[in-house]
């Protein structure tokens, strides 16, 4: 009997041990799918919201005065749902989002500075607008990597940017000092040409 008793007690822990393996398995899972919603949910309304950010700015008259004010005041909300933006914690998938979601959103606050520094001055001050615009251009170039990132599409190369693959190429870091992209020569390479 006392057989019996310890071996219905060994398979109520071994089952009680498996169970909790497996839930807690589970919840994880769990946690990383509400991770995953809160990150799309966000990403979705940040879209939405540069959509309609930009279609407000379109439809300012520049030959009227108020669409200054009107402008500094997008500008304003713009840098704060930026910077808001780029609080947002990415799931692991997602990780390098993090970076360009700073950058955009440093670049957007340069941005709304020089434009209000522009504006504001006595008479325009047009090298402002310039540096402005292009911090601005900037800011949203960063937001397009985004896209790129989440839709799972090559970023293209540009000034601000130099895509690296991911290869199991043991001289890499040769071809990375040297900056030639194209000839894979390596130190051992270049040692035997010379023999």
Same mark, same amino acid.
């Given at each position: ?45 940040? @879209? *939405?919201?540069?959509?309609? *950010? ?40 997602? @990780? ?14 340069? @941005?709304?500075?020089?434009?209000? *520094? ?10 402002? @607008? ?31 940017? *130099? ?33």
């Amino acid at each position: 009997m006392n057989r019996i008793l310890r071996n219905k007690k060994t398979i109520l822990i071994v089952t009680a041990l498996t169970s909790a393996t497996c839930f807690s398995g589970c919840n994880k899972a769990s946690d990383e799918e509400k991770a995953l919603a809160v990150f799309s949910t966000s990403i979705s309304e940040f @879209a *939405t919201y540069i959509k309609d *950010t930009d279609e407000k700015i379109n439809d300012l008259d520049p030959s009227q005065k108020e669409s200054v004010i009107e402008l500094l005041e997008i500008l304003d909300d713009m840098d704060n749902q930026f910077e808001n933006f780029s609080l947002v914690e990415p799931p692991l998938q997602y @990780a390098g989002v993090s970076n360009l979601a700073r950058q955009a959103s440093t670049d957007m606050s340069l @941005a709304v500075s020089y434009y209000h *520094t522009a504006y504001e001055s006595e008479p325009f001050d047009e090298n402002y @607008a310039n540096a402005a615009y292009q911090c601005y251009s900037n800011s949203i170039e960063y937001i397009r990597y985004i896209g790129y990132l989440l839709k799972g599409e090559k970023i293209p190369e540009n000034d601000h940017v *130099t895509v690296y693959e991911e290869l199991n190429n043991e001289n890499i870091l040769d071809k990375w000092w040297s900056g030639d992209d194209e000839n894979e020569a390596t130190f051992d390479n270049a040692s035997e040409v010379a023999n």
